[in-house]
């Protein structure tokens, strides 16, 4: 079975700090992960997603995240918050063959301080 | 950019009624799902559908789920006797194949059962 764990329900970051949302992940299988993004009153939007090529995935919006299998985690960064980045954002895991599911954490919500 | 829509944003109704949530996925897209999210926990996989049929469903899809492709446009979600564990945020995607490709979530229908 896969899950996912992400560390701290909300996080709060001042306005050009460094953005650091943390997800671990576990998996039998060689996993696929992804990390969308959810905006007020709008659907999940991809942000990234590590597909076992480059360990070091950049994304939209500037953020990027770096698979580390010995560690099972897939943290999230972005070097300079903007206000605009003010969301939800979930971490997810599939596997690389046939499951059709994403098995999501529970989402951390990032606020922006000006 | 093509986006998957859902209706209605918000509906509320009786403990016992029947709903019928409606989702219009991309035109190009082959498979289709629904997840869940009950206020304050993760997002949760409901079910796929590929070829008009049910590809995998999990646990939560019990009976009182039902899932249809009426013609070629919408993909419906219905529950015969909602009951009061029903509210939650139901999200649908789709996406162009299975496994890892990336989903496109719609913006979600909020279902409150009272």
């Known amino acids: ?114 | 950019e093509p986006e998957v829509t859902q209706t209605p944003s918000h509906q509320v109704t009786q403990m016992g009624q029947e709903v019928i949530l409606r989702c219009v996925p991309i035109s190009n897209h082959l498979y289709f799902y629904w997840y869940r999210q009950i206020l304050g926990q993760k997002v949760e996989f409901l079910v796929s559908f590929y070829n008009n049929e049910i590809s995998e469903k999990s646990e939560i899809f019990d009976d009182q789920f039902s899932v249809e492709r009426p013609d070629g446009s919408n993909f419906t979600l219905k529950i015969r006797s909602t009951k009061l564990e029903d509210s939650a945020m139901y999200f649908c995607a789709s996406s162009t194949r299975a496994g890892a490709n990336v989903l496109t979530f719609g913006a979600g229908s909020r279902l409150t059962v009272l």
Request: glycine share 8%; charged share 10%.
């Open chain 1, 1 to 114: 079975a896969q899950s996912v764990t992400q560390l701290g329900s909300h996080v709060s970051v001042s306005e050009g700090a460094l953005v650091l949302l943390r997800c671990n992940y576990s998996s039998s299988v060689p996993p696929y992960l992804f990390w969308y993004v959810q905006y007020p009153n709008q659907g999940l939007q991809l942000l990234l997603k590590y597909t076992s090529a480059a360990t070091l995935v950049k994304g939209i919006n500037g953020f990027e995240a770096e698979f580390k299998k010995s560690e099972t985690s897939f943290h999230l960064t972005k070097p300079s918050a903007h206000m605009s980045d003010a969301a939800e954002y979930f971490c997810a895991v599939s596997q690389i063959q046939g499951a059709q599911k994403l098995v999501f954490g529970q989402g951390t919500r990032l606020t922006i301080n000006p």
